[in-house]
């Protein structure tokens, strides 16, 4: 069984009483609800908790690990931000979410700024799937409609995907680049666009098929640790 671990800031819910009518049981909830008829084991975290609910220990009992957050990037624990990085080059799968993008730990993992355009304006968003073979998007259709979301916008300063999944366009003209995937070590990464607080995105079915798919697309394989240093010839070297 899959071992998920929802990392939800949890500090929307409790600030703006419109994000906490949308998600009565946080956002962590909702995304819980959402993908728990695929069995996994899933469990929460969130910011306020001591090392924000991601100590070691938790971290070696999860597979995968779902990340939203927003409103405090800047307050998250450097140390914590290293070990959660050292994890995913261990094999523990990372999907981030919406505004994610400008935490510690993705733009740490990518190396970049994970800068964008961005605009709260109640707008369509339509997310194309541009590769239909991908087991992330099994058993979505051509794309996946969102009537109001906020716009993110190229654009996004990202290193080049190694798979792009979905791309988004908006109803003011933008497009995004709304599923990439990355590998780091032996860890895979997803990030996946949508997900605004003040909108009931993740109460929406398609975006909880694709969570759940990320999950166990980002799930790690079972293999032996693998070895790096000096290494002993595996055949006798003949001078
Ligand atoms: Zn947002």
């Known amino acids: 069984m899959i071992r998920v671990t929802i990392w939800n800031e949890f500090l929307v819910e409790q600030r703006k009483e419109k994000v906490a009518r949308i998600y009565p049981k946080g956002i962590h909830g909702a995304i819980a609800d959402g993908i728990s008829q695929d069995g996994f ?13 991601l100590t070691q220990e938790k971290l070696d009992q ?14 998250f624990q450097d140390h914590v931000v290293d070990r959660i990085c050292n994890r995913v080059h261990n094999g523990m799968g990372l999907i981030v979410l919406h505004s994610g993008h400008h935490s510690k730990l993705f733009r740490k993992l990518m190396g970049t700024s994970c800068d964008l355009l961005w605009r709260e304006a109640d707008e369509k968003e339509r997310l194309w799937v541009i590769d ?7 058993g979505i259709g051509p794309f996946i409609e969102l009537e109001e979301e906020e716009m993110y916008g190229e654009h996004f300063d990202i290193p080049a995907p190694e798979e792009l999944i979905l791309v988004s366009w908006f109803q003011g003209g ?6 990439c995937t990355y590998r780091r070590g032996q860890g895979k990464i997803f990030y996946f666009r949508p997900g605004h607080e003040t909108y009931p995105t993740y109460h929406n079915k398609d975006v909880h098929r694709v969570i759940a798919n990320a999950v166990k697309w ?7 640790k693998t070895f790096y240093g000096r290494h002993m010839p595996l055949e006798e070297i003949k001078k």
């Open 41 to 53: 084991e899933i469990s929460f975290a969130t910011f306020n908790e001591p090392e924000h609910g």
């Open 132 to 138: 239909p073979s991908h087991p992330i998007v099994e």
């Open 218 to 224: 980002t799930a790690p394989i079972q293999r032996e």
């Open 174 to 179: 933008e497009v995004f680049r709304s599923g």
């Open 62 to 75: 999860t597979d995968v690990l779902i990340y939203w957050g927003h409103a405090d990037h800047k307050g």
